[in-house]
């Protein structure tokens, strides 16, 4: 059996364009692209914090060092720009795989700058 675990996010991310008639999908900087290990036309689900939208699309390169995130096509319609977005895919992994997945996690600043990368979650407390 394989289990479907996050593989790599880019954490809230912010939406620098919203381009209605570009092509589908989503340009992502080339350099956080390589950070965090993801590929283009890779499948990717976005998770907008300012309105809660939750869509699905794919990647393409925007230019490396550009901080460019940008929301193409029927995405363009689910934010604005300036929302601050979490970016994740995911990978099927078989239990061997699995006992030892840690998924490539990039935090970033409102510039699209990273703040930090992890590839560990901490637990959750209780308030």
Request: hydrophobic fraction near 40%; proline fraction near 2%.
């Amino acid at each position: 059996m394989l289990s479907n675990l996050l593989k790599a996010k880019l954490h809230m991310g912010t939406v620098t364009q919203a381009e209605l008639w570009y092509d589908g999908s989503c340009a992502i900087d080339s350099e956080l692209l390589e950070l965090a290990g993801l590929r283009e036309f890779e499948q990717i689900d976005i998770y907008n914090v300012n309105n809660g939208e939750r869509f699905t699309t794919y990647i393409i390169k925007a230019e490396p060092g550009s901080r460019t995130i940008s929301m193409n096509g029927a995405a363009a319609r689910k934010v604005q720009v300036g929302d601050r977005v979490i970016i994740a895919t995911y990978g099927h992994y078989d239990e061997s795989e699995a006992d030892k997945h840690k998924p490539r996690l990039v935090y970033l600043h409102a510039d699209n700058t990273v703040e930090r990368t992890a590839n560990t979650i901490p637990v959750q407390v209780a308030s």
